[in-house]
């Protein structure tokens, strides 16, 4: 079964507005660390290769463990008063700190 992931047009937007900008930027690479407060964290970065074990959506790589873990989510751009990032909404996630980087899975 395929795994998936959604973008919503922010997202989209936001990810081809940053990778148009910089040559060094090819790609959007979001994957998940051990750490954080609730015991994973989200990490987002650029790239220029795509590796192996990473699966490409549209102009975004994700390594297949990372995947794993988030698959079924939709990742967003937010623009807020304290500033803009990029969140994601995991089901499988089963806490979630304050700052939304951090969570744990089911």
Do not use: H, W
């Not at 994957?31 to 407060?37: L, P």
């Not at 990490?43 to 463990?65: A, G, Q, Y």
């Not at 990742?75 to 089901?91: L, R, Y």
């Amino acid at each position: 079964m395929e795994k998936k992931l959604e973008f919503t047009d922010r997202a989209k937007k936001q990810i081809l507005k940053i990778t148009n900008s910089d040559a060094n930027k090819k790609y959007f690479r979001i994957s998940v660390k051990g750490g954080g407060c609730s015991g994973f964290k989200y990490n987002f970065s650029f790239d220029n290769v795509v590796e192996k074990d990473d699966v490409l959506f549209d102009l975004t790589v994700i390594d297949k463990n990372s995947l794993d873990i988030i698959a079924g989510s939709t990742v967003d751009f937010k623009t807020e008063m304290i500033g803009e990032s990029f969140v994601i909404k995991n089901p499988q996630a089963s806490a979630s700190c304050g700052c939304g980087l951090s969570f744990a899975v089911k």
